[in-house]
T-cell receptor
Framework: DAGVIQSPRHEVTEMGQEVTLRCKPI?????LFWYRQTMMRGLELLIY????????DSGMPEDRFSAKMPNASFSTLKIQPSEPRDSAVYFC???????????????FGQGTRLTVV | GEDVEQSLFLSVREGDSSVINCTYT??????LYWYKQEPGAGLQLLTY?????DMKQDQRLTVLLNKKDKHLSLRIADTQTGDSAIYFC??????????????FGTGTRLTIIP
């Protein structure tokens, strides 16, 4: 397996535009996570899915953020409208089973670096 | 709520030992993890420890857990330039929805001095 695949790797957009980040988890994994990394806040969990169903979206900053997982092999994180403070690296991660025990390692994609100007 | 804290930076001379520290607040955490992030990459699991253990050793890595003080540390022996990275401490705990999630610290950027 190629691992967790995120696209695009880099995105530069103007304030007010819609941004869509994409993620393909590792085949067979039933958990998918979206994280945001900034220098000020570190790594923050935004939302996670289990079997394509959103379980906990309490980390989503506000209504401008939305995430979907239409099937087991694809998820999107959308920001509309985007703002400069959304600039960060967004990571997608997937895992099999819950996050405890030997077989619960979270595998991360390489991230999408978003810059909103 | 849960909180995981780490210092942001650590500089160590090549060949010395590196010790990265972490404190957490959730006493119900059953697993604690160390992840490594190399430049331009995502995080990768380095090692983990179950909360009923005090120590875990894996080659150059030693994890120490003081559950009473809620303190976790990662020691890297004979630090090499390839160890330069950001190291994240993480705990798994139960979210408000009854499901499990990982809470990460801010990460400690380890710089190796030749």
């Amino acid at each position: 397996d190629a691992g967790v695949i995120q696209s695009p790797r880099h995105e530069v957009t103007e304030m007010g535009q819609e941004v869509t980040l994409r993620c393909k988890p590792i085949s067979g994994h039933d958990y998918l996570f979206w994280y945001r990394q900034t220098m000020m806040r570190g790594l923050e969990l935004l939302i996670y899915f289990n079997n394509n169903v959103p379980i906990d979206d309490s980390g989503m900053p506000e209504d401008r953020f939305s995430a979907k997982m239409p099937n087991a092999s694809f998820s999107t994180l959308k920001i509309q409208p985007s703002e400069p403070r959304d600039s960060a690296v967004y990571f997608c991660a997937s895992s099999w089973g819950s996050l405890r025990g030997l077989n619960t390692e979270a595998f991360f994609g390489q991230g999408t670096r978003l810059t909103v100007v | 709520g849960e909180d995981v804290e780490q210092s942001l930076f650590l500089s160590v001379r090549e060949g010395d030992s590196s010790v990265i520290n972490c404190t957490y607040t959730d006493s119900s955490s059953t697993y604690l993890y160390w992840y490594k992030q190399e430049p331009g990459a995502g995080l990768q699991l380095l090692t983990y420890i179950f909360s009923n253990m005090d120590m875990k050793q894996d080659q150059r890595l030693t994890v120490l857990l003081n559950k009473k003080d809620k303190h976790l540390s990662l020691r890297i022996a004979d630090t090499q330039t390839g160890d330069s990275a950001i190291y994240f401490c993480a705990e798994s705990n139960i979210s408000n929805f009854g499901n499990e999630k990982l809470t990460f610290g801010t990460g400690t950027r380890l710089t190796i001095i030749p």
